[in-house]
């Protein structure tokens, strides 16, 4: 069995135990992942699968290519009520960012210092990064660290 | 030939520690209290997902069971933006986890916290999950401890990747107490940049390569993490007292 799926087998047989009204028990997971990007210019990456249904995601990224670099954190879930992600956390290019989307293409943080390079969401709940067309460089590239 | 450049290069995972607690509430209940670490600073995030009300949000906490039993922390959540605060009082909201502020995580007696429905009727059945990570001597997890004399600087401390975010909580634990969390990188520029949420002014984001603040890890401004070289931070104590701390890396 592999770490992932030992880890939501873990993780349904725990909650169905330990859902609860007014009590406490814990749950411990270990898990931590990252994955790299490199996209074009006007371009995407593939969809990246937000790695937990309904439980809270730390999401940090970076982009690293001088002169545009940047980075940005939020803690963000993927509902499987109605198909939406949720976020909030704090990004080097604007500061706060908190808000919710249905939707494929909505901003969520911006990984660079000027707002070319972000993190949206796709299809499916999933997560990209894409740059903008107007990104003075060719190609982005940096990672995406997620605990849970 | 675009997509095989626009996949994704790598794929990395390892182990990081943290400890998932399932809610239900009724209205006006609220969980048994829920231990978190004294005195070192853990990262507690959070949802509520159901529907119309979901929310999210990750604050890192300090809880300090000594003589000073303070609550200090310091991040965002969906329903107000940036969230910092201090408190020595039990039922104090620290965020919110719908998209209301109906349920809340709260102060409990000391080194605890507890989520409750405060809501009456409006949201009557809230459930989520709440996460508390903390460093558990893993891979990818590192923690230092630090001490620093008055108006002087702790030794310099490595950054622990390049490039990668780095997620860095740090706690003051003396008299000047405070939380605060950044992500960071550094690069082959040697740049250190910086975005995250501190206990004294909120957001910090920026980038230097030499000697320059990055976080605040007390509410009164006087301990400092600090730009140490392009690859080391430092911690630095602006006031007359000797103090001491943790800065606990995830990345």
């Known amino acids: 069995m592999t770490t992932a799926k030992l880890f939501y087998a873990v993780l349904i047989n725990a909650t169905l135990v330990c859902a609860f009204t007014g009590g406490a028990q814990g749950l411990t997971a270990d898990t931590i992942s990252t994955v790299s990007y490199n996209v074009a210019a006007g371009s995407c990456s593939h969809p990246i699968a937000i790695p937990a249904n309904n439980r809270p995601v730390l999401t940090m990224g970076t982009m690293i290519m001088y002169p545009y670099d940047g980075e940005g954190i939020v803690t963000l879930f993927r509902g499987n009520t109605q198909n939406t992600i949720v976020w909030a956390g704090v990004d080097f290019a604007a500061g706060t960012q908190n808000h919710s989307s249905s939707n494929p293409g909505d901003h969520l943080m911006s990984l660079d210092s000027n707002g070319y390079v972000d993190v949206q969401t796709a299809q499916s709940t999933h997560i990209q990064v894409c740059a903008s067309s107007s990104f003075p460089l060719p190609r982005a590239a940096g990672y995406l660290t997620f605990a849970y | ?251």
């Open chain 2, 1 to 251: 030939m675009g997509l095989w450049f626009a996949a994704l290069a790598t794929n990395e995972s390892a182990h990081a520690s943290q400890t998932m607690i399932p809610y239900s509430l009724v209205p006006g209940g609220c969980t048994s209290p829920i231990l978190a670490n004294a005195q070192d600073p853990i990262f507690l995030m959070g949802t509520m997902i159901g529907a119309g009300q979901q929310g999210v949000g990750g604050v890192t906490l300090q809880t300090n069971t000594g003589d000073i039993r303070v609550f200090d922390w310091a991040g965002t959540d969906y329903k107000n933006g940036a969230e910092w605060n201090e408190d020595f009082g039990v039922g104090r909201p620290i965020m919110a986890l719908d998209s209301s502020g109906f349920v809340q995580v709260q102060t409990a007696k000391p080194g605890y916290v507890q989520v409750c429905n405060v809501s009456g009727s409006p949201v009557a059945h809230a459930a989520g999950y709440l996460t508390l990570v903390h460093i558990g001597g893993q891979a990818r997890e590192s923690e230092i401890y630090y001490r620093a004399d008055g108006l002087s600087c702790s030794a310099p401390i490595a950054v622990p990747a390049n490039n990668k975010p780095v997620m860095v909580m740090g706690a003051n634990i003396e008299e000047y107490t405070g939380a605060a969390h950044v992500v960071l990188r550094d690069d082959k520029n040697n740049v250190l940049q910086w975005a995250g949420t501190d206990a004294a002014v909120g957001n910090e984001r920026n980038s230097s390569p030499f000697t320059s603040h990055i976080m605040y890890l007390d509410h009164l401004k006087g301990i400092d993490l600090q730009v140490a070289t392009s690859t080391h931070l430092k911690v630095c104590n602006q006031t007359g007292e000797g103090t001491t701390g943790y800065l606990r890396f995830l990345y």
